[in-house]
Nanobody, 130 residues
Framework: VQLQASGGGLVQPGGSLRLSCVGP????????VGWFRQAPGKEREGVSC????????MYADSVKGRFTISTDSAKSTLYLQMNSLKPEDTAVYYC????????????????????????WGKGTQVTVSS
């Protein structure tokens, strides 16, 4: 599965961005899909994931209430709507796909489990700064 993320950019604190991730053959209805991010000098962290198969959405505590993950199966596209952005949201954002049997999007404690990921998209830079 080849994935391509887009939609990043420079935004002021309090602003919004919508990230998109597309990929031929992306099985949005069968697999666990979602987003990680990595800030300079920090480890990659799970931001959000969704399993349409199991009707699960999950968010890191740091983004809950501000970010919304969604999918459009007709367009084979994964989205991350990011509102009320903060400087600490600055990072490279990566879309990711995991086999649903990995359980990646089934428990909060596994959201950061990068080892569960089968395919990564190329990152898109998000910078929140005034």
């Amino acid at each position: 599965v080849q994935l391509q993320a887009s939609g990043g950019g420079l935004v002021q604190p309090g602003g919004s961005l919508r990230l998109s991730c597309v990929g031929p053959g992306l099985n949005l209805d069968g697999e666990h899909v979602g987003w990680f991010r990595q800030a300079p000098g920090k480890e990659r962290e799970g931001v959000s994931c969704i399993s349409n198969r199991e009707d699960i959405t999950m968010y890191a505590d740091s983004v809950k209430g501000r970010f919304t993950i969604s999918t459009d199966s007709a367009k084979s596209t994964l989205y991350l709507q990011m509102n009320s952005l903060k400087p600490e949201d600055t990072a490279v954002y990566y879309c990711a796909v995991a086999d649903y049997r990995s359980g990646w999007c089934r428990h909060r404690r596994s959201l950061n489990a990068a080892a569960a990921i089968d395919a990564w998209g190329k990152g898109t830079q998000v910078t929140v700064s005034s």
